[in-house]
């Protein structure tokens, strides 16, 4: 065997004549599209062309594995999201010269496989679709093309070869706009994988017998696009049955993005129509354009740095404190049935907790336990669940009214109406059962901490873990400390939370503690709006084409107006007996006259939507107008849009400066997968850092600048806090 070390790509070939190109970098822990890597895989792929032109009947075929545990990590994002507009030249150059190694190694005129030994995601899937065949070992980890959640696009040929591999319609709608992650069974029949063995032992050996058994087989070296005849699957737009239907694209990707300006699906769709109607390396250059806009783009900065570095260190365990050992819960107690009990009684049985589910009767407990029956039937009918799977679920949840069934709980999870007085008897009754140190935590959504745990004998274990609804969809828990909360609380409600597959974030007390006080901003100023005068209709578009899930008064009907008065008095009730003065929101006479009117939202049948008898939407109140009359004049679109995206941004910022949050990730990921903000932004705080202004500025000061004329116009609600005036004058970022 000769070997020659290229740094991040080796050359090993061996006495079988099958040349292994070993993707390796001596400077990380996992392989990225980096310059080292262009380097060596252009000198690897030269060497190759080389030896075959040499001596071709000597070389058999062409294996691409990796040392490392995963496969190819994808591109280097960090220094991707240092890029600038003046850069675009220059990454497209290297974009080229990149892609064409790969276009070269799967027109070498031999069999190239590639050995998946683990994560395969975004560039690492590209270098597979580059070889003739791809062989994958069995397991847990992730294979795809998720670059559109990044807010980016597969360029490094990903659109331009799925395209040709499935065609535009099925490689637009199951691989490039959604962007999903695939197991490795999953990964092979979606087509991404053409094999599948069952160990690490077995992945070379696959490769090589392959190519052995391929030897001499034209069809083995080339890829399907550069053979005589190829048709692209479905037709390309220029075949009348596709071009009738290309129209509905872009009209389908709108409704699923509700208008909002995502960039990254519309350069995939651009680049995947215009693409399919030219050869292969002119589209891949197409490709490759569509790909640089994104990059030199702020909306790629704010995805990547929320959902890839964000959400990254929270994974990673960023808030977990230091020298405590790792705690795995058994058995958790679950006070309340309603709808968030019931959530948290699933979510925990799922993942293999123990769950006694009280109620003040057995009644309500088993109807808390049917909500998982609910969900696991449908679950079985669509074949994503067995019935043996489901029983198993199902068998842990334990309803009962009795608190003696909660002996040998290590964790109490409370989800009772949101009342001191009901939560301090629940605890008074449960804690001399429960486990002498089980975690005691409240789902409670406003109610300090502090206050709660005034009511149990040790305090120092008592914690706040407030789940979101519905809670078996909902990524988020929101973990809130005490005053007397000590770390060990902490770290075991982030076990917990780890252990049931949910995303962390951990805050200081406060009534409302982060993502409840800041939602409540949104919440607030559509109502204000409304009574502004402002049409309803383009309140709620204001809201979704920014990117929000849904429009305020539509969540507004959701969390219903009774519950929002019956915060509202006990804050002000709260901030008059700390001797504070209650400062009046416009909002309130909405949220009052809709209560009147008996229209508090959708639980009620009636609120600022119709429903019909099975609680079904069905669209504005006809007589909205009446109560809140829409004004001749109406505000500017992009205001209404600002008012939204500013006031809950500019509330985050207070929330730090109070030191209610702790870290600017713990914002940035809490605000979107709590509480709705829209992602193509970052995060609350990480909106501001990539403001962009109307002149083309971008950053804090512009932000700072924009909120003082919001402020002027509407209210100093807008008005920056002391700690963004100091970011801006010191040219700083919240990070």
């Known amino acids: 065997m000769t070997e020659a070390t290229t740094e991040a790509v080796r050359y090993e070939r061996g006495d079988d004549g099958i040349v292994n190109l070993i993707l390796d970098d001596p400077n990380q822990s996992a392989n990225t599209m ?11 792929v030269d060497r190759l062309a080389d030896d075959i ?3 071709s009947d000597a070389i058999v075929g062409v294996v691409v594995s990796s040392a490392k545990k995963t496969f190819f990590a994808g591109g280097d994002l960090k220094l991707m999201t240092q890029a600038v507009p003046a850069d675009a030249p220059a990454i497209f150059e290297n974009v080229e010269r990149m892609k064409a190694t790969l ?6 005129g031999k069999p190239v ?37 990044l807010g980016l696009l597969p360029g490094g040929g990903g659109v331009t070869r799925t395209v040709r591999m499935f065609g535009i319609q099925d490689a637009l709608m199951n691989v490039l706009l959604q962007g999903p992650r ?23 050996p696959a490769a090589k017998a392959w190519i052995r058994a391929n030897s001499g087989n034209e069809e083995a070296c080339t890829q399907p696009w550069d053979r005589k005849g190829y048709r692209m699957p479905g037709g390309t737009p220029s075949n009348p049955k596709l071009a009738q239907f290309l129209p509905a694209f872009p009209s389908n990707l709108r409704k699923q993005i509700k208008g909002a300006p995502y960039r990254a699906p519309k350069n995939i769709m651009s680049a995947a129509v215009e693409g399919a109607q030219v050869d292969f390396d002119t589209a891949s250059r197409i490709e490759s354009r569509y790909l640089v806009d994104l990059i030199v783009g702020q909306q790629f900065k704010n995805m990547t740095q929320a959902f890839f570095f964000d959400l990254g260190a929270i994974n990673a365990g960023g808030s977990r404190p230091a020298g405590i050992e790792p705690k795995k819960f058994v058995k958790v107690a679950v006070l309340g049935a309603g709808m968030m009990g019931a959530g948290i009684a699933f979510v925990s049985a799922k993942n293999g907790i123990e769950v006694v589910l009280k109620d003040v009767s057995l009644e309500a407990a088993e109807r808390g336990k049917a909500y998982s029956q609910k969900i696991l039937d449908k679950q079985r009918e669509k074949g994503r669940v067995t019935q043996e799977k489901r029983d198993e679920i199902l068998g842990r949840i334990t309803p009962t009214a009795d608190y003696a069934d909660l002996a040998g709980c290590d964790l109490v999870v409370e989800a009772v109406f949101e009342s001191v007085d009901l939560k301090h008897s629940v605890f008074a009754e449960l804690e001399p059962i429960v486990n002498a140190d089980a975690l005691l935590g409240s789902n409670t959504s406003t109610l300090p901490i502090t206050s709660l745990a005034e009511g149990v004998k040790r305090p120092e274990d008592f914690i706040g873990i407030h789940f979101f609804s519905p809670v078996d969809k909902m990524p988020l828990v929101e973990i809130i400390a005490g005053a007397k909360t000590n770390d060990a609380a902490i770290a075991g409600a982030l076990d917990y939370v780890k252990q049931i597959k949910k995303t962390p974030i951990v805050v200081n007390d406060s009534r409302g503690f982060f993502t409840s006080r800041v939602i409540g901003t949104f919440v ?16 709620e578009r204001a809201a979704t084409t920014s990117g929000f899930p849904v429009g305020t008064l539509q969540l507004s009907d959701e969390l219903n107006l009774e519950l929002m008065k019956k915060i509202r008095v006990a804050t002000q ?22 209560i009147e009117l008996g229209r508090s939202g959708r639980l009620k049948g009636a609120g600022f939507f119709d429903y019909d008898e099975t609680g079904k939407r069905q669209g504005l109140w006809s007589s909205l107008a009446e109560q809140f009359p829409v004004a001749s004049e109406q505000p500017d679109f992009k205001d209404i849009q600002d008012r939204f995206l500013f ?37 609350a705080l990480q909106y501001i850092n990539g403001y962009e202004a109307a002149d083309g500025r971008i950053g804090i000061e512009a932000f700072t600048e924009r909120a003082e004329e919001l402020a002027a116009t509407y209210g100093d609600r807008f008005a920056p806090p002391a700690l963004l005036l100091d970011k801006a004058k010191n040219g700083e970022k919240f990070q």
């Open 34 to 44: 980096n310059e080292a890597y262009g380097d060596s895989m252009e000198r690897a």
């Open 103 to 108: 276009r070269k190694l799967e027109t070498i």
């Open 573 to 594: 009730s709260a901030v008059e007996a700390d001797g504070g003065t209650w400062v009046t929101h416009p909002s309130e006479t909405v949220i009052d006259t809709m």
């Open 182 to 204: 695939l197991k490795p069974a999953r990964a092979k029949d979606a087509g991404l994988i053409d094999e599948i063995v069952a160990t690490q032992d077995e992945l070379i």
């Open 647 to 683: 006031i809950m941004s500019v509330e985050t910022v207070r929330c730090l400066e109070e030191d209610v949050l702790r870290t600017v990730a713990d914002a940035n990921i809490g605000s979107i997968f709590g509480i709705g903000f829209p992602p193509l932004y970052g995060g």
């Open 524 to 539: 607030n100023e559509g109502l204000a709006m409304l009574a502004e005068g402002v049409n309803p209709v383009s309140l």
């Open 113 to 149: 496989v590639a050995a998946i030994n683990g994560a395969a995601l975004g560039g690492g899937l590209e270098i597979g679709l580059a070889c003739h065949h791809r062989i994958a070992v069995d397991g847990g980890y992730e294979i795809g093309l998720p670059e559109v959640t």
């Open 53 to 55: 032109a040499a001596e």
